[in-house]
C-alpha cells in the first residue's frame, strides 16, 4: 500500500538534509506546531502515525473534529533532531491544509443549518490528486459529509450518462440512485424512480418553485442542490436542499502554523 507520507518525506528530502549535515547538528529535539488563529483539527492521528514509525515520540496532539485557539500547540512530539528537522515541514504544511478543511467545512454547516437544521453539506470528489484521504476525512473532522467517496462506491448519473441511454426504466440496485436532470422536464421525470435528485446551477429562486413540485410527486425524495455554492451563498441554497454539495472547502486558504524545535 502507497504510504503517502513517505511520499511527502521524499519529495521534500530525497537523500539527507543539507542544512543539518552542515552544521553537524545531533542529538534530542523537541517539535512544536504551534497555531496562530482559530479552528478545527484534522488528521492530527494520522501524522503522529507516521512519526511513531519514524522513531519519533508523540507527546500530545489536538485530536480531529476537535476545536483550537490561537497560540494553541496542534502537535508535540521528541526524538532524533536530525529526524525532527527533515520532518517539520511536511508536517506544518500538511496541517495547516487538513486543518483548513475542516475549518472550512465546519463554517459551512453552521452557516447552512442556522436555517435548516436537518440540511447534510457534502463535499464531492473533486479531491487534489493524491490527497483525498485525508481531505474526506478532514470534511468529517469538520461535521461535514461526503457526495461519493469514488466511482466505485455510488451511483450518479449525470448529463453525460443520459446522452447515451434513451430511457431511465428497470433501475434496480442496492445503492441509492442520484440522477442530475438536464432540466426541468426531466427533473420532473425522474422525480418518480430517483432517490436523489442533484439539481445544479439551479438559482435559489428556481429552487424555490421547484423543489415543492418534486416533492409532491415523491415525497420520499431528496434533494441534493449543487454549483459555487460558498459559505456567501450558503444559507439561500439551504432553505430548500436536503443536501448540499460543494467542493469549496477542498480550496480553504491554508491556516497560518508555525513550527518552532529546541534542543532537549
Not at 121 to 150: C, D, M, Q, Y
Request: hydrophobic share 40%; net charge neutral; aromatic share 8%.
Amino acid at each position: 500500500m502507497l504510504d503517502l507520507f513517505e511520499l511527502y518525506l521524499h519529495e521534500d528530502c530525497p537523500y539527507e538534509d543539507e542544512t543539518t549535515e552542515l552544521l553537524g547538528i545531533n542529538g534530542r529535539a523537541k517539535l512544536r506546531i504551534i497555531t496562530r488563529v482559530d479552528g478545527i483539527s484534522a488528521c492530527t492521528e494520522d501524522l503522529a502515525y507516521f512519526y511513531r514509525r519514524k522513531g519519533v515520540d508523540v507527546l500530545s496532539f489536538i485530536e480531529s473534529g476537535k476545536s483550537f485557539s490561537a497560540g494553541d500547540v496542534i502537535f508535540e512530539a521528541e526524538g532524533d533532531a536530525k529526524m525532527l528537522f527533515k520532518l517539520w515541514r511536511i508536517s506544518q504544511t500538511f496541517l495547516s491544509i487538513t486543518c483548513a478543511i475542516a475549518t472550512a467545512t465546519s463554517k459551512l454547516v453552521q452557516l447552512a443549518r442556522s436555517v435548516n437544521p436537518n440540511v447534510i453539506v457534502a463535499t464531492t470528489r473533486k479531491t487534489h490528486p493524491g490527497f483525498r484521504k485525508f481531505e474526506l476525512k478532514a470534511v468529517i473532522a469538520g461535521g461535514g459529509h461526503i457526495h461519493r467517496n469514488s466511482l466505485s462506491d455510488s451511483i450518479l448519473i449525470t448529463p453525460n450518462h443520459l446522452k447515451f441511454v434513451n430511457e431511465l426504466r428497470d433501475l434496480r440496485s442496492l445503492r441509492k440512485i442520484e440522477i442530475e436532470p438536464r432540466n426541468v422536464e426531466e427533473a420532473l421525470k425522474f422525480a418518480k424512480i430517483a432517490d436523489v435528485l442533484l439539481l445544479d446551477h439551479y438559482t435559489p429562486e428556481e429552487l424555490g418553485e421547484i423543489v415543492p413540485r418534486l416533492k409532491s410527486i415523491n415525497p420520499n425524495l431528496k434533494i441534493a442542490v449543487a454549483g459555487n455554492i460558498n459559505e456567501n451563498n450558503i444559507k439561500d441554497f439551504a432553505k430548500f436542499a436536503d443536501i448540499i454539495v460543494t467542493s469549496s472547502p477542498y480550496y480553504a486558504k491554508p491556516l497560518d502554523f508555525t513550527t518552532k524545535i529546541e534542543p532537549v
